[in-house]
């Protein structure tokens, strides 16, 4: 363990699975409760879902059979204009497919020691990845460390004994439908169709016999061990006797993988094979040697950046004194930014499997809220805010494997229902790709018919090649994918009766508007939040098709397209305008910011560049209220850092951080009424838990302290002046550059800024405090500053 190690420790073993550590490899997920008499690892796979390859075809065929298309697209936006709501509101229900599908929990792994004793607490390491357990047990001390490697594959559980040996069952069992178990490995069966708990009229879960059009839903895991004791497998269960170590190694393989990284579909016998060579193949290398492996692994990507508030870092941190307790705010915001960092790197790894979804990769619910699916019109992209400034830009990558599989599905969606070139997605997928609207027949619009999924996601694809300057990434993956989008949007247009161009239907996720009727509606023209995406597509695209060197019609569209675009309004009361004409929001506090988008994270409004509409976005914010989900807060917290409100950033953040009291389990009603906060664990609950409120949190505090939009890299923009000392080291910024900062007593002490990546020669700002300076990096070099942005030197750095 490193002398900068931070770990969060619990006194006992978790109670339930909101008190459990997580741990995971990007593939594999783990859920670590601990316990002596009955310990249990809740395991995950993050390409177990519901459903197949075929669901998204078989849905758009259903939707077009009811007979939603072009045609009927034309007269939805005829009664919009002629604002008669009730026919638009049955038009677009045509358009509703049935729902995504669900992502699944796999496997428990159960561990019984004999013998009585105390348990003496356990800790997650948050920069390694090790979940240490320390026991006493009729006067001997047991340590049992649990980490997920990504080099191995595997879900890893070593056991030490000192002065004596232990006996010890292990288990693997399932909740899905179990086809085959020997005690070493467990077969299963995955549902071909799993329905929302918002969908109580169709049934929860539907198996087949079988393969679905040559799909097989069906997994393995498969359990191996190495020990000094002896083994036997009795009854299904793994019984080791008189052991004073022991290695126990989990791996998986399954039909959903396959898929996911576009192999021929293997046969029963042939997942069952691989998974058991795997585990053999992780077990014989040894604890010590898969351990080193993992650390060096996960070492190496997470030690690349490095924040502290305050002056607490490294240490061990009991959760609910330390952390939860509220006594010390800056170790909080520390952790909260180490936590955000590990759980992306625990979900999300190129080569590991889909993307972390509204739960990570982290689910043990049948029938999980919202499906644990993947929600597009904020929470999948929030998980990623903080990717690329966080050091972790290589996990950006399983998120552009789910965009290119919407693309596909997407396009005939586009061309069939739409009649219109290229792809689009709307507010919910899955694994497969679904890219239809969802609420079959019955879901209100504000949130089913919503066609700027797509269009939000392939801002990432921009973000990433800010960051990397890679133009490789650029060309082949980025472009076809952006092009592809605005394709679509290029045709979704339409003229409006001043010559500008609208988006209709037009909804604001998934907020409602009081009609000039008094009525409540949700489908409009132009809302705000499609103008700024469309708006940020089009002059990405642009900009892309420049550094390519490309020469492409559609470019020309753009271009013709871009100046004609709605521009941002204002309200009469000078907040910016949410939907394309004045209305009353239906409530007032709503949880989501859609129509400040453009403040964050599309940077087309600033204090400097666009004062009036930063004003009118922080009049906008006054209005919202405060928090009262993680997601939510996040986004608020995030505005308030880009428009360099530090006080109201800060005390929205610890309302975020205010451990819940309430029952995780219940789910709070969507509109905010009920406020969440972090869990035992840390996680980020509304409730329902959702990993999107630490992915968004950690975003949240880095976006504080350093900001790199508008081409400027903007030091410590919005730092609460309770936040008097701190440092942070190797925060990624837009241009291929990192930064390591020092403050003390609330103002700079020192500043480098190094160059990562490309090599232009072109100028980079930095502004602090009002002070704004030009200077010069070239590749392997940093400029460092005083604290007054003085320039000290420019030296060479190997970087």
Same mark, same amino acid.
């Given at each position: 363990?490193?002398s900068?190690?931070?770990?969060l420790?619990w006194?006992?073993?978790?109670?339930?699975?909101?008190?459990?550590?997580?741990?995971?490899?990007?593939?594999?997920?783990?859920?670590?409760?601990?316990g002596?008499r009955?310990?249990?690892w809740?395991?995950?796979?993050?390409?177990?879902?519901?459903?197949?390859?075929?669901?998204?075809?078989?849905?758009?065929?259903a939707?077009?059979g009811?007979? /939603?298309g072009p045609e009927?697209?034309?007269e939805?936006?005829e009664?919009?204009?002629?604002?008669d709501?009730?026919?638009?509101?049955?038009? #677009?229900?045509?358009?509703?497919?049935r729902?995504?599908q669900e992502?699944?929990?796999?496997v428990?792994?159960?561990?019984?020691?004999?013998?009585?004793?105390?348990?003496?607490?356990?800790?997650?390491?948050?920069?390694s990845?090790?979940?240490a357990?320390?026991?006493?047990?009729?006067g001997r001390?047991?340590? =049992?460390?649990? *980490?997920?490697?990504?080099?191995a594959?595997?879900?890893c559980?070593?056991?030490?004994?000192a002065e004596?040996?232990?006996?010890?069952?292990?288990? $693997?069992?399932?909740?899905?439908?179990?086809?085959?178990?020997?005690?070493?490995s467990?077969?299963?069966?995955?549902?071909?169709?799993?329905?929302?708990t918002h969908?109580?009229?169709?049934?929860?879960?539907?198996y087949s016999?079988?393969p679905?059009?040559g799909?097989?839903p069906f997994?393995?895991a498969a359990?191996?061990?190495d020990?000094?004791?002896d083994?036997?497998?009795?009854?299904?269960?793994v019984?080791? /006797?008189?052991?004073?170590?022991?290695?126990?190694?989990?791996?998986?393989?399954t039909?959903g993988?396959?898929?996911?990284?576009r192999n021929?579909?293997?046969?029963?016998?042939e997942?069952? =094979?691989r998974?058991?060579q795997?585990?053999?193949?992780?077990?014989?290398?040894g #604890?010590d040697?898969?351990l080193?492996?993992?650390e060096?692994d996960?070492?190496?990507?997470l030690?690349?950046?490095?924040?502290t508030?305050?002056a607490?870092?490294?240490?061990?941190?009991?959760v /609910?004194?330390?952390?939860?307790?509220?006594?010390?705010?800056?170790?909080t915001?520390?952790?909260?930014?180490?936590?955000?960092?590990y759980?992306?790197?625990?979900?999300?790894r190129?080569?590991?499997?889909?993307?972390p979804?509204l739960?990570?990769?982290?689910?043990?619910?049948l029938?999980p809220?919202?499906s644990?699916?993947?929600?597009i019109?904020?929470?999948?992209?929030?998980?990623?805010w903080?990717?690329?400034q966080?050091?972790?830009g290589?996990?950006?990558?399983? $998120?552009?494997?789910l965009?290119?599989?919407?693309?596909?599905a997407?396009?005939?969606?586009?061309?069939?229902?739409?009649g219109?070139?290229?792809?689009?997605?709307?507010?919910?997928?899955d694994?497969?790709?679904?890219a239809?609207?969802?609420?079959?027949?019955?879901?209100?619009?504000?949130?089913?018919?919503?066609?700027?999924?797509?269009?939000?996601?392939?801002?990432?694809l921009?973000?990433?090649?800010e960051?990397?300057?890679?133009?490789?990434?650029?060309?082949?993956?980025? *472009?076809?994918l952006? =092009?592809g989008?605005?394709?679509?949007?290029?045709?979704?247009?339409?003229?409006?009766?001043?010559g500008? $161009?609208?988006?209709?239907?037009?909804t604001?996720?998934?907020?409602?508007? %009081?009609s000039?009727?008094?009525?409540i509606?949700?489908?409009?023209?132009?809302?705000?939040?499609d103008? #700024?995406?469309?708006?940020?597509?089009?002059?990405?695209?642009?900009?892309?098709?420049?550094?390519?060197?490309?020469?492409?019609?559609?470019?020309?569209e753009?271009?013709?397209?871009?100046?004609?675009?709605r521009?941002?309004?204002?309200?009469?009361?000078g907040?910016?305008?949410?939907?394309?004409?004045?209305? %009353?929001?239906?409530?007032p506090?709503?949880?989501?910011m859609?129509?400040l988008?453009?403040?964050h994270?599309?940077?087309q409004?600033?204090?400097?560049?666009?004062?009036?509409?930063?004003?009118? /976005?922080?009049a906008?914010l006054?209005?919202r209220?405060?928090?009262?989900?993680?997601?939510?807060w996040?986004?608020?917290?995030t505005?308030?850092?880009?428009?360099?409100?530090?006080?109201?950033a800060?005390e929205l953040l610890?309302?975020? %951080?205010?451990?819940?009291?309430?029952?995780?389990?219940?789910s709070?009603?969507?509109?905010?009424?009920?406020?969440?906060?972090?869990l035992?664990?840390?996680?980020?609950?509304?409730?329902?838990?959702?990993?999107?409120?630490?992915y968004?949190?950690?975003?949240?505090?880095?976006?504080?302290? %350093?900001?790199?939009?508008?081409?400027?890299?903007?030091v410590?923009?919005?730092?609460p002046v309770?936040?008097?000392?701190?440092?942070?080291?190797g925060?990624?910024?837009?241009?291929?550059?990192?930064?390591?900062?020092v403050?003390r007593a609330?103002?700079?002490?020192?500043?480098?800024?190094?160059?990562?990546?490309?090599?232009?020669?072109?100028?980079?700002?930095?502004?602090?405090?009002?002070r704004r300076?030009?200077?010069?990096v070239?590749?392997?070099?940093?400029v460092d500053?005083?604290?007054?942005?003085?320039?000290?030197?420019?030296?060479?750095?190997?970087?």
């Amino acid at each position: 363990m490193s002398s900068r190690d931070l770990k969060l420790a619990w006194p006992q073993p978790a109670d339930s699975w909101f008190e459990a550590a997580p741990v995971g490899n990007g593939r594999l997920g783990a859920m670590v409760f601990g316990g002596v008499r009955l310990g249990r690892w809740q395991i995950n796979d993050s390409s177990v879902w519901s459903g197949s390859p075929s669901s998204p075809s078989e849905g758009l065929a259903a939707v077009l059979g009811a007979g /939603a298309g072009p045609e009927r697209l034309a007269e939805l936006r005829e009664a919009i204009r002629a604002e008669d709501y009730r026919r638009a509101d049955s038009l #677009a229900m045509l358009f509703e497919g049935r729902y995504s599908q669900e992502y699944l929990p796999f496997v428990d792994l159960w561990m019984s020691l004999d013998g009585d004793g105390g348990y003496q607490g356990r800790t997650l390491n948050l920069d390694s990845g090790v979940v240490a357990e320390e026991i006493e047990l009729d006067g001997r001390r047991i340590v =049992r460390r649990t *980490w997920a490697s990504r080099p191995a594959g595997a879900l890893c559980v070593a056991v030490d004994v000192a002065e004596g040996s232990v006996d010890i069952d292990l288990e $693997l069992t399932s909740e899905l439908r179990v086809v085959r178990r020997t005690g070493l490995s467990l077969a299963v069966e995955m549902p071909i169709d799993g329905a929302p708990t918002h969908e109580p009229s169709a049934p929860p879960h539907l198996y087949s016999d079988g393969p679905v059009d040559g799909y097989d839903p069906f997994g393995v895991a498969a359990m191996a061990v190495d020990t000094d004791g002896d083994v036997r497998v009795v009854d299904g269960v793994v019984r080791v /006797a008189g052991a004073s170590r022991l290695l126990v190694v989990v791996t998986s393989s399954t039909c959903g993988a396959d898929f996911w990284s576009r192999n021929s579909p293997a046969s029963r016998d042939e997942h069952l =094979r691989r998974a058991s060579q795997n585990a053999q193949a992780a077990v014989t290398r040894g #604890a010590d040697e898969l351990l080193r492996e993992h650390e060096a692994d996960l070492r190496g990507l997470l030690g690349g950046m490095e924040l502290t508030i305050g002056a607490r870092r490294s240490g061990t941190f009991d959760v /609910a004194a330390d952390v939860l307790s509220g006594k010390d705010e800056q170790l909080t915001a520390t952790v909260i930014v180490q936590l955000g960092r590990y759980l992306l790197a625990s979900a999300s790894r190129p080569g590991g499997g889909p993307p972390p979804n509204l739960q990570g990769i982290w689910n043990q619910e049948l029938s999980p809220p919202w499906s644990s699916n993947y929600t597009i019109n904020i929470n999948t992209e929030m998980n990623y805010w903080g990717a690329e400034q966080a050091g972790l830009g290589e996990c950006h990558d399983p $998120l552009f494997g789910l965009i290119e599989r919407l693309s596909e599905a997407g396009g005939p969606v586009a061309r069939q229902l739409y009649g219109a070139r290229g792809w689009l997605a709307h507010h919910n997928t899955d694994m497969w790709g679904w890219a239809l609207p969802v609420g079959m027949g019955h879901g209100n619009p504000s949130w089913a018919l919503w066609m700027m999924g797509g269009v939000w996601l392939t801002q990432h694809l921009w973000d990433h090649f800010e960051f990397s300057q890679d133009l490789e990434f650029l060309g082949d993956r980025a *472009w076809p994918l952006m =092009r592809g989008c605005a394709e679509f949007c290029l045709d979704w247009l339409v003229d409006g009766a001043d010559g500008l $161009l609208d988006t209709i239907p037009s909804t604001s996720p998934e907020n409602l508007f %009081v009609s000039r009727a008094g009525t409540i509606e949700s489908l409009s023209v132009s809302t705000a939040m499609d103008m #700024a995406l469309i708006r940020a597509l089009f002059t990405r695209c642009l900009a892309a098709a420049e550094l390519l060197g490309i020469e492409d019609p559609v470019c020309a569209e753009i271009s013709a397209a871009l100046p004609r675009l709605r521009p941002p309004g204002l309200t009469a009361d000078g907040r910016l305008l949410e939907w394309g004409a004045d209305h %009353v929001e239906q409530d007032p506090q709503h949880r989501h910011m859609s129509h400040l988008v453009a403040v964050h994270p599309l940077d087309q409004i600033d204090p400097d560049r666009t004062p009036e509409l930063a004003e009118a /976005a922080l009049a906008t914010l006054d209005r919202r209220g405060p928090g009262a989900m993680g997601w939510s807060w996040s986004w608020k917290i995030t505005l308030r850092a880009r428009l360099r409100d530090a006080a109201v950033a800060r005390e929205l953040l610890l309302e975020a %951080v205010q451990p819940f009291s309430g029952d995780p389990l219940l789910s709070a009603p969507p509109e905010g009424t009920e406020w969440g906060g972090l869990l035992p664990n840390l996680f980020s609950t509304h409730p329902p838990f959702q990993m999107d409120g630490n992915y968004g949190l950690m975003a949240a505090v880095v976006e504080m302290l %350093v900001q790199s939009h508008g081409g400027v890299i903007r030091v410590l923009p919005a730092l609460p002046v309770e936040w008097p000392d701190g440092a942070v080291r190797g925060v990624r910024c837009r241009g291929g550059l990192a930064v390591d900062l020092v403050w003390r007593a609330g103002r700079l002490s020192t500043l480098s800024i190094h160059r990562l990546h490309g090599d232009d020669g072109s100028p980079v700002w930095v502004d602090y405090s009002g002070r704004r300076k030009e200077i010069r990096v070239v590749r392997g070099s940093a400029v460092d500053f005083g604290g007054e942005l003085e320039v000290r030197s420019l030296s060479e750095r190997g970087f």
